[in-house]
């Protein structure tokens, strides 16, 4: 069965202060994983789609790289708009229809 | 920046009514998704609709669900008769023929009383 793990569950740090989120896969073959951001009370807002091992991309303080069991979200110098809960997802091979299968998401805080 | 859009943004009825959640699509996607979120869970997949028809659904989709396009913008679910534990976060989402990218709405809350 495909399985997304997210760590930690939730992460407080200080503005400024780098770190990393993990995103643990288990899927037959992997087409694509996807990062999200989720702020309280809406819909998940699309970050990256990763594809092959090695591959990484970068959006302004986020960088995602992709190995072929895990995914880690960079964080670098986060600021408090920052702070979200963001959601790792995976889309398996073969499947007709793309469908996302998401993990329970980390919490992020980020403290002036 | 394409978007998704949904309504209403919140939905409350009482046990055993229908409701229908209403959607607009990337308008150049081809592929369509409802996906549910309870409070504090996971988001999880309903049901895909590609080229008119379902073309997957969950074990939660059961027989109290249903999903159209009746035209071609709009993509609707319905749930026939609600039940409490049907209260969540209804997302809808499209992509194009592609994959590469997953865009949802901002989310339907429904509240079941």
């Known amino acids: 069965e495909d399985q997304v793990t997210q760590s930690p569950e939730a992460l407080r740090l200080q503005e400024g202060e780098s770190s990393s989120l993990n995103c643990s896969y288990t899927v037959s073959g992997l087409r694509g994983l996807f990062w999200y951001r989720q702020d309280p009370g809406k819909g998940p807002e699309f970050l990256f789609t990763?594809?092959?091992a090695g591959e990484e991309k970068e959006k302004e303080r986020l960088k995602a790289t992709l190995t072929k069991k895990e995914s880690f979200l960079h964080i670098t110098a986060p600021k408090p708009e920052d702070s979200a809960t963001y959601l790792c997802?995976?889309?398996?091979?073969?499947?007709?229809?793309?469908?996302?299968?998401f993990g329970t998401g980390t919490l992020l805080a980020v403290q002036p | 920046e394409p978007e998704v859009t949904q309504t209403p943004s919140h939905q409350v009825t009482q046990m055993g009514q229908e409701v229908i959640l209403r959607c607009v699509p990337i308008?150049?996607?081809?592929?369509f998704y409802w996906y549910r979120q309870i409070l504090g869970q996971k988001v999880e997949f309903l049901v895909s609709?590609?080229?008119?028809?379902?073309?997957?659904k969950s074990e939660i989709f059961d027989d109290q669900f249903s999903v159209e396009r009746p035209d071609g913008s709009n993509f609707t679910l319905k749930i026939r008769s609600t039940k409490l534990e049907d209260s969540a976060m209804y997302f809808c989402a499209s992509m194009g023929t592609s994959g590469t990218s997953g865009y949802f709405g901002p989310g339907t809350r429904l509240t079941v009383l």
């Open positions: 308008s150049n996607h081809l592929y």
């Open positions: 997802a995976v889309q398996a091979l073969g499947g007709a229809t793309n469908k996302l299968i």
């Open positions: 609709f590609y080229n008119n028809e379902i073309s997957e």
């Open positions: 990763l594809y092959s």
